[in-house]
């Protein structure tokens, strides 16, 4: 299936397969257009938005029941596309805000916070969305669709989930006019637990977050 034929008059926009890829190439299209810098003061509203409508596809795909695919040995969809370069616009893009910490998994206790980057997450988004692009392009929709839900449950999914919560933080901050913790000089190569955080942690005003990214405050 060619690029030209993805939406294809003659394919149901009711079938759950063209519905989900609609969304997945909604969201690659757009981030790619984001990580070319013409519009910063967007750029985290519009990834919110984006991240937001990919879970509910992620959320939908969770939902459905265990899609097995045709051949016993996933087919070989070609070399993975470079993400170098949008991983350099994006985290140039975010940078005041790229680095944020998260947990990985809630349910696991006494689990220390580890740093992120969201240029990094979203990346990994896109090569697994895209892996499954490849098979449905290919006319491989029953891959396609076992591929997306399965890396929706082990990476994509927890992934995405916990961008969409830094952006939303960082909105939240901004918006509410609250003073944001800075993890200053802290990088995603270090471990890091709740002590380290704290003394890692700097004060800044929320207009130092805003400015760089076109964002306002709240009067």
């Given at each position: 299936?060619?690029?030209?034929?993805?939406?294809?008059?003659?394919?149901?926009?009711?079938?759950?397969?063209?519905?989900i890829a609609d969304q997945v190439e909604s969201f690659l299209v757009a981030v790619?257009?984001?990580?070319?810098?013409?519009?910063?003061e967007s750029a985290v509203p519009f990834l919110?938005?984006?991240?937001?409508?990919?879970?509910?596809?992620?959320?939908?795909?969770?939902?459905?029941?265990?899609?097995?695919p045709d051949e016993r040995y996933e087919p070989d969809s070609g070399p993975e596309p470079d993400v170098d370069e949008l991983r350099e616009n994006l985290a140039r893009l975010l940078d005041p805000i790229d680095v944020?910490?998260?947990v990985f998994d809630p349910y696991e206790p006494r689990k220390?916070?580890?740093?992120?980057?969201?240029?990094?997450?979203?990346?990994?988004v896109i090569t697994d969305l895209r892996h499954g692009?490849?098979?449905?392009r290919a006319g491989r929709t029953t891959e396609a669709l076992w591929w997306w839900q399965f890396s929706y449950f082990s990476n994509w999914g927890?992934?995405?989930?916990?961008?969409?919560?830094?952006?939303q933080s960082v909105l939240a901050h901004v918006r509410l006019n609250q003073p944001l913790a800075e993890l200053d000089g802290l990088d995603t190569d270090q471990a890091m637990g709740d002590d380290t955080l704290e003394?890692?942690?700097g004060r800044v005003m929320v207009e130092e977050i805003a400015e760089p990214l076109g964002l306002r405050p709240a009067k």
């Open positions: 299936m060619s690029d030209a034929t993805l939406h294809a008059t003659d394919q149901n926009p009711d079938d759950f397969a063209v519905q790619m257009e984001i990580a070319r810098g013409d519009e910063p919110l938005l984006e991240v937001s409508q990919l879970l509910l596809a992620g959320g939908r795909l969770g939902a459905h029941e265990d899609i097995v944020y910490s998260e220390a916070p580890v740093p992120a980057r969201i240029s990094d997450d979203l990346t990994d692009m490849a098979h449905y927890s992934t995405a989930s916990a961008t969409l919560r830094a952006l003394i890692e942690a």
